[in-house]
Structures are given as structure tokens and as C-alpha cells.
């Protein structure tokens, strides 16, 4: 079955504008995660969706903004852009998001910002 | 505060030996570990996780330990293959409770394996 799917895959924004990514999950997976790479920080949790509704936030101020759609899709929106949101954006999904947690990864969008 | 931490950026070894990664966390909440390989331009590939009440999980060439005394958990390879070259994530999640808390993900072990 297709994997999860991350569009668009490269992007670059200057500071101060928005910016919206998307991910597709696999079929029949009903979370989606979003998570943040940074070469200081690592992999950090952003938020996670189910059933269209948000579950779990983590520690990110509130320009950062997601939805989920009733087709399980999801999208990520970032305002007011700062140079330090340059990152990889990865998008996981789960069937349930459950404890068993074995989460299928999108190949991220590849933020810059100038 | 690092919850998850992987004190080896990185780690080179011997096509045929035994690969060793390290994972040490601090959340004493934490009850399921999971280590994922990310290539280069991928996401990171679930490989094997290990719930608390376990010590030991192994599938193929891949064992993970988990000493819930220490708060550490360990990643064996055995034998290291070419195609293990890849950075390494340890990642913990409390989700016992019930609901998605996300995953915590230490700093990656970027593994080579030597031919």
C-alpha cells in the first residue's frame, strides 16, 4: 500500500510569510503527527491529530497550527515565519495512535527560510 | 531538558561485528521505546520497540534491551551489514494512558559500518 506522502517537498519562504504543508496518510491510518528536524534539536513533537481532532500539542509557540481533514489528511501551517523554523517537517501516521505507537513516516518537506 | 539522550553522534564498526547504540532517558513516565533508521532524504523506518514490562525484544539481526533500573536501552546489530549505514533514533512515548503524548526522540547515532 502507498506510503504516507508529504507535499510540497522542498520549500523557501521568507520571513514574516506563512507557509501551509500537507500529508497524506497511509490508508485506513486515522493519526497524524507532525514533527520538527533540526540539526541542534533533533526530532521534536508537534502535534498530533485524530479523528479530526487535535490530541496532543507539544511545546511550540502557537504560530505553529495544524488540522486534520474528515479523509484523515492533514495540514500543517506555519505564521510569521522566523529564520529559525528552517527544518525538516516530518508527517507520521498510526492507525490509532495508540500505545503499540509504530508510527509510518513521510519523507518531510525541507523548510528554508530567508 | 533532553528526555531521550544519545551520547554517541557517532559510531563506526566492521561489516560482520556487532553494532552496539545507546539510549539513556530520564522520564521515569516513559513505558515504550522504539528505534527507527532514517536514511538520507527519508523519514526515519520503524525497526523494533520494546515495552517496559519486557527486558529484551528481538527480531532478526536486530535485539533491543531495555534496563528500566538505569533508564537505558540498547540497540544490537548483529551481524553489521553495508546497508545498516544510516542514523539511528531512539524514541519513547508515555502513551500507556491512553491518547498520543507524541513521541520523544533523542539526538540520532549515525551508524557506518566499515567494510
Known amino acids: 500500500k502507498a506510503g504516507v506522502t508529504q507535499t510540497p517537498r522542498y520549500l523557501i519562504k521568507t520571513r514574516g510569510q506563512q507557509v501551509t504543508l500537507s500529508c497524506s496518510p497511509i490508508s485506513g491510518h486515522r493519526s497524524v503527527s507532525w514533527y520538527q528536524q533540526t540539526p541542534g534539536q533533533g526530532l521534536q513533537f508537534l502535534f498530533e491529530?485524530?479523528?479530526?481532532?487535535?490530541?496532543n500539542k507539544g511545546n511550540f509557540p502557537g504560530r505553529f497550527s495544524g488540522r486534520q481533514f474528515s479523509n484523515s489528511r492533514s495540514e500543517m501551517n506555519v505564521s510569521t515565519l522566523e529564520l529559525g523554523d528552517s527544518a525538516l517537517y516530518l508527517c507520521?501516521?498510526?492507525?490509532?495512535?495508540?500505545?503499540?505507537?509504530?508510527?509510518?513516516f513521510g519523507p518531510g518537506t525541507r523548510l528554508t527560510v530567508t | 531538558d533532553q528526555q531521550v539522550k544519545q551520547n554517541s553522534p557517532s559510531l563506526s564498526v566492521q561489516e560482520g561485528r556487532i553494532s552496539i547504540l545507546n539510549c539513556d532517558y530520564t522520564?521515569?513516565?516513559?513505558?515504550?521505546f522504539l528505534w527507527y533508521k532514517k536514511y538520507p532524504a527519508e523519514g526515519p523506518t520503524f525497526l523494533i520497540s520494546?515495552?517496559?514490562?519486557?527486558d529484551k525484544n528481538e527480531d532478526g539481526r536486530f535485539t533491543v534491551f531495555l534496563n528500566k533500573s538505569a533508564k537505558h536501552l540498547s540497540l544490537h546489530i548483529v551481524p553489521s551489514q553495508p546497508g545498516d549505514s544510516a542514523v539511528y533514533f531512539c524514541?519513547?512515548?508515555?502513551?500507556?494512558?491512553?491518547?498520543?503524548?507524541?513521541?520523544?526522540f533523542g539526538k540520532g547515532t549515525h551508524l557506518i559500518i566499515q567494510p
Open positions: 491529530y485524530f479523528s479530526e481532532t487535535q490530541r
Open positions: 520494546i515495552s517496559s514490562i519486557k
Open positions: 524514541a519513547a512515548s508515555a502513551g500507556e494512558g491512553g491518547g498520543a503524548d507524541g513521541l520523544t
Open positions: 507520521a501516521s498510526s492507525r490509532t495512535g495508540g500505545p503499540s505507537y509504530e508510527q509510518y
Open positions: 522520564n521515569s513516565m516513559f513505558d515504550y
